[in-house]
């Protein structure tokens, strides 16, 4: 990278006694590239007072930034007059000398103790006020749900496929190879740390319980959250910064029933369909680590499976994952719903939505245990 | 356009009659030939923009004017032709030249374009700090007059720009492409969606810039009333070429399109034709 502030050939400032008066000579280029070679210049005048005028014939090439520094110069010798100087100098020193303000209004800045508590405590407001707004945008869902079921053409068939195919179509690979990397390596530690109480058969049950009840869906909820719930934020946020929001409500269209409603459908029936997927991959995975470490084949690995691993476990992970996929969906557009105005916001609230679809998942993961555990399966 | 006649002969850069005697060419494009996919926007384009001039450049939808402002400025790649801008081929530069150049010019977006995470005044500081090296002590100095000097209130500097309107928006983005005292001026659209007296303010405010700054100014616009008021010359996209002309030399050109454009009802409300 070049420093381009160095093409200022030369400014230049020297004190001139001509007439028994005091001259200060200014000549060069008076640009803006200039400035801080002039700001360098502490005592232009070399000692003496009485500068009587300021001779700006010898500059060659001035601006507005240039203009400035010699009112500012001006104002540092209290008597100087401007002298000489081109026709086109004079008339843009005047339109500068014109357009001088003073006192700009600036941002307030604080200390960064004020600041650090001022960040405080508006993290803890936004967080209750934030969960506070989330619950009304699930209820406001749910109305428009409940006015869709009595209308189903209202549901958009081809948008919630569409939605679909981005959703569980495409999110398949990924979903699918990374629970089968977890199958793998619970396997492997299953049958490494099993293996000192000469236990590691019990590897089997170890997979297919942390896999369908758990992580397959845990998992899935993460990925999807991250390639899906950031997608709708970042779509539905889009639109609003372009107004596209506000042109719906104008045409009588609910931007809930039109972006929101479809998305919230579409993943409410992807995500069982992906954790199906995922578990079956992850059992397998969990098979195929057994087959190396535990010279288990693949028949005997599911037969084991299906005689000591209850059916409850895949059915809990299946409960959970239309949950999982309402509150991702309904986060990732609520958060879109709430950008305002910039790119930044955009950027903000997708980060947001990411965050808090993860952290909700999270939460309700643990109270979905406390509960199947009061019911006790 | 293809049933419309052929354009008669041109004199160089597109003129209708040759007024360079010899001025300063600032912008110089010959044989410029834009093309995406099967659609040729400009073929054969030559354009010269003197030093000191406005110029608008008008045209119909779509016919490339902001293409060929993007293809001026070094955002969109030319497949074909010369251009040079301030003297230099823009073709031809290294990365370090292509900076200097950018530095010597200054770009209005239709809708400011102003960084959104930044407040007004920051906008206008960050060419000023970053390429110019001032020192903080002149920085607020230098941004509040470029501030003035567009005519916008002292109390928007802390704003950011999501809370100015558009008219406030342009003017900003006005100001920010003035920071470095640029020699060239590109302006897209810039009093559109402004109202009758603010856009008049703009062109007044634009033309007063030009004048006491010595800027050379092009702007793509559609307000007959800019063309009219402040442009010395009118560049008109016809056919995938530029016509280019003063205002009484366009309204005597033999061409359908033009003749529309300069007689229409709206061009006689503007007082032109």
């Known amino acids: 990278m070049t420093d381009l502030a160095s093409r200022a050939t030369q400014a230049w400032l020297r004190p001139v006694d001509r007439d028994g008066r005091v001259i200060l000579e200014a000549g060069g280029t008076w640009t803006v590239f200039a400035v801080a070679q002039l700001r360098h210049i502490h005592d232009p005048a070399q000692g003496r007072r009485n500068v009587a005028a300021i001779d700006i014939a010898g500059i060659d090439r001035l601006d507005t930034a240039g203009a400035l520094e010699l009112m500012r110069l001006q104002r540092q010798y209290a008597d100087a007059s401007l002298e000489g100087g081109t026709p086109e100098h004079r008339g843009l020193i005047d339109l500068v000398a014109k357009g001088v303000v003073s006192g700009l209004p600036r941002p ?208 809990i992970g299946m409960i959970k994952a239309p949950v999982f996929g309402f509150v991702i969906a309904a986060i990732g557009c609520y958060e879109g719903l709430q950008v305002r105005g910039s790119a930044e916001s955009v950027g903000k609230q997708t980060t947001k939505s990411v965050v808090e679809a993860i952290f909700f998942v999270i939460v309700l993961d643990a109270l979905f245990s406390i509960i199947f555990l009061l019911a006790g399966v | 356009m293809n049933d419309l006649p052929a354009l008669p002969p041109l004199g160089e850069g597109g003129q209708i009659t040759d007024q360079s005697q010899g001025r300063e060419r600032v912008i110089s494009i010959r044989g410029l030939r834009n093309q995406f996919g099967p659609q040729v926007l400009h073929d054969r384009l030559d354009f010269d923009v003197f030093r000191g001039e406005i110029v608008g450049l008008v045209g119909g939808s779509g016919s490339g004017k902001s293409v060929l402002m993007r293809t001026v400025i070094g955002l969109n790649p030319s497949r074909e032709g010369r251009i040079e801008v301030l003297g230099e081929d823009v073709g031809q530069l290294s990365a370090a030249e292509r900076l200097q150049l950018q530095t010597r010019w200054g770009v209005l977006f239709q809708d400011g374009a102003l960084f959104s995470s930044l407040s007004v005044i920051e906008n206008i500081e960050l060419p000023l700090r970053e390429h110019a090296r001032v020192p903080a002590t002149a920085l607020d100095a230098i941004a509040a007059l470029k501030i003035s000097l567009v005519g916008l209130p002292a109390d928007s500097c802390a704003k950011k720009p999501s809370e100015l309107s558009g008219g406030m928006r342009k003017r900003a983005g006005l100001a920010r492409a003035l920071a470095l005292d640029p020699e060239l001026l590109f302006l897209d659209e810039p009093t559109a969606g402004l109202d009758p007296i603010g856009a008049a303010n703009f062109d007044h405010l634009l033309l007063s810039l030009q004048r006491s700054l010595g800027l050379t100014v092009l702007l793509v616009t559609h307000d007959l009333d800019t063309l009219n008021a402040i442009c010395d010359r009118v560049a008109v996209l016809l056919d995938k070429r530029i016509v280019a002309g003063t205002m009484a030399e366009l309204l005597a050109y033999d061409h359908p399109w033009v003749r529309e454009y300069f007689h229409g009802p709206r061009a006689r409300a503007a007082g032109i034709g």
Do not use: C
Request: aromatic residues 12%.
């Open chain 1, 108 to 315: 307030p800045k604080m200390g960064w103790l004020t600041h650090a508590l001022y960040e405080l405590g508006e993290t803890v407001m936004e967080f209750f006020e934030q969960t506070a707004r989330l619950l009304g945008f699930f209820g406001e869902v749910l109305v428009v749900i409940a006015g869709a079921i009595r209308r189903p053409h209202r549901f958009r068939p081809w948008s919630v496929i569409a939605q679909m195919h981005e959703v569980w179509i495409l999110a398949m690979p990924i979903v699918g190879v990374l629970i089968f990397l977890v199958g793998v390596v619970i396997a492997y530690q299953g049958v490494e740390q099993l293996k000192t109480f000469g236990a590691e058969t019990f590897t089997v049950e170890a997979v297919g319980i942390a896999i369908m009840r758990e992580l397959g869906v845990l998992l899935t909820a993460i990925i999807v959250a991250g390639r899906s719930g950031s997608a709708f934020t970042a779509h539905i946020g889009t639109m609003q910064v372009n107004l596209e929001l506000d042109a719906m409500r104008t045409m009588a269209l609910n931007p809930i029933e039109w972006l929101v409603l479809p998305r919230i459908v579409a993943l409410v029936i992807s995500m069982p369909l992906l954790v199906f997927f995922g578990n079956l991959l992850g059992l397998f995975g969990g098979a195929f680590a057994a087959s190396i470490y535990l010279d288990f084949t693949l028949p005997q690995f599911f037969a084991r499976l299906r005689d000591t691993v209850p059916i409850w476990n895949f059915w």
